[in-house]
């Protein structure tokens, strides 16, 4: 391993996003060579596993242009603000796209994930939601999802199946299984 140091000589907008912000980051590495590497801002978001009385969990299936399928996922949404508190935010989504809101006391920290750290800062704090109250769903305009109430066996059975890949629903369901289910 070389004894070097990484530094930033210089980061260059290729281009400003909706969602995420496209740079190019121009590098000194650890063996003195000048590298350009990817890099994409992302102000961070936060998910949510809501779980209902019966212990199912409500799950959104929407669909993700990226794959270009519909999803099985948690609750989730980017916060509006880099400054605006991640607690406040997963309370908002759960709303949003569940129509199921909860007291304060009832939205506790769960876990905080990175998605993608080779080239991407995203930041997603996961709350677990009980005792769930019907609220008022309300999509944004791009937004067309479908909620649905899943056993915790079913989604284990769809993340080991291949069925159910994304990130954050799958970090959230299983520390939910082992922090509160074991």
């Known amino acids: 391993m070389a004894d070097g140091k990484y530094e930033r000589l210089s980061r260059k907008l290729v281009r400003k996003g909706i969602v995420i912000d496209e740079y190019i980051d121009t590098m000194s590495i650890p063996n003195g060579m000048v590298e350009e590497w990817d890099f994409i801002d992302h102000k961070g978001a936060a998910a949510v596993v809501p779980v209902l009385d019966d212990g199912r969990i409500l799950m959104v299936n929407q669909y993700r242009n990226a794959l270009e399928r519909m999803t099985v996922e ?83 059975d769809m993340i080991f199946a291949g069925r159910l890949e994304d990130g954050k629903t799958i970090a959230g369901i299983m520390c939910y299984v082992e922090k509160y289910l074991r």
């Open 74 to 156: 948690l609750p989730a949404g980017g916060l509006k603000t880099r400054e605006e508190p991640m607690k406040e935010a997963a309370a908002r989504e759960l709303e949003e796209e569940t129509g199921y809101r909860c007291d304060d006391r009832d939205l506790t920290f769960l876990i905080s994930v990175r998605t993608t750290v080779a080239f991407c800062n995203e930041h997603i704090e996961i709350y677990l939601a009980r005792n769930l109250k019907p609220g008022r769903q309300n999509l944004d305009p791009d937004e067309f999802l479908n909620v649905k109430a899943y056993t915790v066996e079913e989604l284990k």
